[in-house]
């Protein structure tokens, strides 16, 4: 399994950007993509997580309302719309990948709980 972030630049504070996480080498039927971020100095955090089982979605504090993650247009690719941004979204993009079905209680949302990952993508927003 492979993972390949991409679409990262430089904005303006209150600007937009999408971000995609492409899969491929999938074995898996249905699965969960999390997009993470690590900024200078601070520990790598989870942002997003979107399970294609159901199409669910969840979302940390810091972006709820300003960001959305969503299948993307193309087979096996996840995005993440990022609208409204600030300076402290400024941080390396990771996304990260595991198996996921409906009875295995939630998703997972935390570092720890991926297996796969891909490169960062890097995103600065401007002030």
């Known amino acids: 399994v492979q993972l390949q972030a991409s679409g990262g630049g430089l904005v303006h504070s209150g600007e937009s950007l999408r971000i995609s996480c492409t899969a491929s080498?999938?074995?898996?039927?249905?699965?969960?993509i999390g997009w993470f971020r690590q900024a200078p100095g601070k520990k790598r955090e989870w942002v997003s997580s979107?399970?294609?089982?159901?199409?669910?979605?969840y979302y940390a504090d810091s972006v709820k309302g300003r960001f959305t993650i969503f299948r993307g247009a193309t087979e096996d690719t996840v995005d993440l719309q990022m609208s409204k941004m600030k300076p402290e979204d400024t941080a390396v993009y990771f996304c990260?990948?595991?198996?996921?079905?409906?009875?295995?209680?939630?998703?997972?949302?935390?570092?720890?709980?991926?297996?796969?990952w891909g490169q960062g993508t890097l995103v600065t927003v401007s002030s």
């Open positions: 990260a990948g595991n198996p996921y079905i409906l009875g295995w209680g939630p998703p997972p949302l935390t570092e720890d709980e991926y297996d796969f």
């Open positions: 080498g999938l074995t898996w039927s249905t699965y969960v």
């Open positions: 979107f399970a294609t089982v159901d199409n669910s979605t």
